[in-house]
């Protein structure tokens, strides 16, 4: 007769383990940096620089990361008014 010990088995434990790494790891905006984003205007006078990431396997949106002048970091909703004025401006240079 087959005993029950209690035990879970090695193998198949670490298989259902990997498998669900790799689907929490390949979800869509895993990699993104933007968690929240702002449709308001950021004043020219305070940026020192914008950075738009385009959607990859990594997020699967664009970002528009504006760092300020002071060091912290907004990010801007790509399809606000102001989003979409920062790409249209980038786009033409």
């Given at each position: ?26 979800s ?9 984003t ?17 959607a ?38």
């Amino acid at each position: 007769h087959y005993q029950k010990s209690g035990k879970v088995p090695i193998l198949p434990s670490l298989t259902v383990l990997l498998f669900a790494t790799l689907l929490l790891g390949s979800s869509p905006g895993s990699g993104c940096f933007c968690i929240r984003t702002t449709s308001a205007p950021i004043p020219v006078r305070v940026i020192s620089r914008i950075e738009v990431i385009p959607a990859s396997g990594h997020c699967r949106q664009i970002e528009i990361i504006v760092t300020r002048k002071n060091g912290s970091k907004v990010c801007a909703d790509p399809n606000g008014k102001w989003g979409k004025f920062v790409i249209r401006i980038l786009l033409k240079k």
